[in-house]
């Protein structure tokens, strides 16, 4: 995308949602229309995994990172990442259902929210599969916290009031484990005002990769 203007926010290398695997995430986001007050949903358009996030960048950093995301493209194979359920994530306990079976875990801080012991996001989890820890082996960007794949499927405006629906939420998403085939990077960051737009994309390549 030509004209951009910097610094640019809210700029992230991601791995997009496409076909099968995108409509499937806006059936997941339609049964949770009854609950649409207290939700505030990801865009419809543009699901994905995100696999590095910078506030903001200036012209000469975008510029690296677009070098650097064709790289990661020109070594990457396409593949399949598998959604295994639905969870809840900033509450002392991490809830969820996987291919309709209740599940609660530890938790910590996950996609930048702490935990205050309310529920703030509610998400895919994506299984870790040696595919995709490839992938995100060749990303050279350092990072803070572990990387722990998952896909936003909305935040929670209202914990309080969503405490008190989250079974019937979970509920509606039961069955909610699909695949994902990945076979490109997607850059995107907020252009004038609208964010997660895409503003460039890297397709893998058909054949076998380079040697890293």
Request: hydrophobic share 40%; with cysteine; aromatic share 10%.
């Amino acid at each position: 995308m030509s004209g951009l203007s910097f610094p640019l926010k809210r700029v992230f290398v991601a791995l997009p949602l496409e076909r099968e695997a995108k409509w499937q995430f806006q059936a997941l986001q339609e049964a949770l229309k009854p609950f649409a007050d207290i939700l505030r949903f990801q865009n419809a358009a543009s699901p994905h995994l995100t696999l590095q996030f910078w506030q903001e960048v200036m012209e000469i950093e975008y510029h690296q990172i677009v070098k650097q995301t064709e790289n990661i493209a020109l070594k990457s194979k396409p593949f399949t990442m598998k959604c295994t359920g639905v969870s809840t994530f900033g509450s002392r306990l991490r809830t969820g259902t996987h291919s309709g079976v209740q599940a609660r875990l530890r938790t910590g801080t996950h996609s930048g929210v702490q935990a205050r012991g309310e529920d703030r996001v509610l998400f895919l989890d994506i299984a870790f599969s040696e595919e995709l820890a490839r992938l995100r082996k060749l990303c050279p960007w350092p990072s803070g916290k572990p990387f722990s794949p998952h896909i936003t499927l909305a935040r929670i405006e209202h914990p309080q009031r969503f405490a008190v629906q989250k079974k019937k939420v979970l509920k509606a998403l039961e069955g909610s484990a699909f695949a994902i085939p990945v076979d490109r990077l997607r850059l995107f960051a907020e252009i004038d005002g609208r964010k997660q737009t895409p503003i460039a994309e890297y397709p893998f390549p058909t054949f076998p990769p380079p040697q890293a």
